[in-house]
């Protein structure tokens, strides 16, 4: 598996898409770049700040020890 960039934000954010290509390396991809033209496609990364950002749902861990 490709080492995942340092994204910044975009890696909290909903709207990130990880594209890997041929060689080896990761892209972060924002998906809102298909309906807003203000974001462009492959931001430059590490987004510190971005009007856009909305917080990725939060996947279940597991489950505690009892
Ligand atoms: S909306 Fe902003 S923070 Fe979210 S993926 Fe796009 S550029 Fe990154």
Not at 2 to 27: E, I, M, W, Y
Not at 36 to 55: H, K, M, T
Request: charged share 25%.
């Amino acid at each position: 598996m490709p080492a995942k960039p340092d994204s910044g934000l975009c890696d909290q954010c909903r709207h990130q898409r990880l594209v890997p290509n041929t060689r080896g390396s990761v892209f972060s991809l924002c998906e809102r770049s298909r309906t807003d033209p203000r974001f462009p496609r492959y931001p430059p990364i590490p987004v510190l700040s971005c009007p856009g950002f909305e917080p990725a749902a939060q996947v279940p861990g597991p489950e505690p020890r009892r």
